[in-house]
């Protein structure tokens, strides 16, 4: 069965970085969209990073843009998110997501499987 497994999550104090990493298994990984989402408590859940099947193309909100950074590496099945000069509203849950479509989307309901998800807390 497909599972997407995220790591690296953790407490850091504002202005900080962190490496997030999501480990793929059960499917072909190179066929799919990758995206981060996170979700912070009373919150919708949103996209903060997307990442084509090849990697040649990458979609971040305005909200992350320049902070953040995503990418892969189809040979080992991962997806990573790159975080820094963190800030207390990045505080959330981030899930990594996969689907199967030719290219990037941004609505969480299109995305085929989830993560379990790794908690970002961020102290000011």
């Known amino acids: 069965q497909v599972q997407l497994v995220e790591s690296g999550g953790g407490l850091v104090q504002a202005g900080g970085s962190l490496r997030l990493s999501c480990a793929a298994s059960?499917?072909?990984?190179?066929?799919?969209?990758m995206g981060w989402f996170r979700q912070a408590p009373g919150k919708e859940r949103e996209l903060v990073a997307a990442?084509?099947?090849?990697?040649?193309?990458?979609y971040y909100p305005d909200s992350v843009k320049g902070r953040f950074t995503i990418s892969r590496d189809n040979a080992k099945n991962t997806v990573y998110l790159q975080v820094n000069s963190l800030k207390p509203e990045d505080t959330a849950v981030y899930y990594c997501?996969?689907?199967?479509?030719?290219?990037?989307?941004?609505?969480?309901?299109?995305?085929?499987?989830w993560g379990q998800g790794t908690q970002v807390t961020v102290s000011s």
């Open positions: 059960g499917l072909t990984f190179s066929r799919y969209v």
């Open positions: 997501a996969a689907d199967r479509s030719i290219g990037i989307v941004t609505t969480a309901h299109r995305y085929d499987y």
């Open positions: 990442i084509n099947n090849s990697g040649g193309s990458t």
